[in-house]
T-cell receptor
Framework: QKEVEQDPGPLSVPEGAIVSLNCTYSNSAFQYFMWYRQYSRKGPELLMYTYSSGNKEDGRFTAQVDKSSKYISLFIRDSQPSDSATYLCAIPLPGGYQKVTFGTGTKLQVIP | KAGVTQTPRYLIKTRGQQVTLSCSPISGHRSVSWYQQTPGQGLQFLFEYFSETQRNKGNFPGRFSGRQFSNSRSEMNVSTLELGDSALYLC???????????????FGPGTRLTVL
């Protein structure tokens, strides 16, 4: 079983829609959860991180963790064409935070 | 401040050959990590170097190796290339010796390797 599984998409939504991106993970010991955004022909960039359970909000983005079901989500409100990218969930593994396991990514397209 | 640079950006090789990829971290960053990205497996951790020492290693065969120089630049080498090695190879740098989840790794644009 992979450490983290991500809904593969792709997703295509109209501008202004609410987007929900989801991942599940296998190890209940995981504590930190991250979301990266990767534009075409670019490397990933850290978008948000959360610790343990609950929600974290940053502008139009909300990251949510449900440790009881080992489920993590990223919500994007009022989606914009500039949000079109691949979104990757990521979890640091034991051994240091440089060693990170990523989901396969969900490609999002926001249509004007 | 210049970002992470990787060279070359694109590379085509044939099976059995070897390849060396280069990564220059952001000035002042001493930690360099390497990742392989494929559509099926996503981003997978290869290894991480700090001050010329490999500190972490992912689950890749010994054909994948790397090193870091005293100026923090890093290279990774893949010997005896296989078709399945076709991927985007990304490196990321960070400034801290002990990273926390809040310390950002800055990724380069990657090297797209195609093995024919």
């Amino acid at each position: 079983q992979k450490e983290v599984e991500q809904d593969p998409g792709p997703l295509s939504v109209p501008e202004g829609a609410i987007v929900s991106l989801n991942c599940t993970y296998s190890n209940s010991a995981f504590q930190y959860f991250m979301w990266y955004r990767q534009y075409s022909r670019k490397g990933p960039e850290l978008l948000m991180y959360t610790y343990s359970s609950g929600n974290k909000e940053d502008g139009r983005f909300t990251a949510q963790v449900d440790k009881s079901s080992k489920y993590i989500s990223l919500f994007i409100r009022d989606s914009q064409p500039s949000d079109s990218a691949t979104y990757l969930c990521a979890i640091p593994l034991p051994g240091g935070y440089q060693k990170v396991t990523f989901g396969t990514g969900t490609k999002l397209q926001v249509i004007p | 401040k210049a970002g992470v640079t990787q060279t070359p950006r694109y590379l085509i090789k044939t099976r059995g050959q070897q390849v060396t990829l280069s990564c220059s971290p952001i000035s002042g960053h001493r930690s360099v990590s390497w990742y392989q990205q494929t559509p099926g497996q996503g981003l997978q951790f290869l290894f991480e170097y700090f001050s010329e020492t490999q500190r972490n290693k992912g689950n890749f065969p010994g054909r994948f190796s790397g090193r870091q120089f005293s100026n923090s630049r890093s290279e990774m080498n893949v010997s005896t290339l296989e078709l399945g090695d076709s991927a985007l190879y990304l490196c990321a740098s960070s400034s801290k010796k002990i990273m926390t989840v809040t310390d950002t790794q800055y990724f380069g644009p990657g090297t797209r390797l195609t093995v024919l």
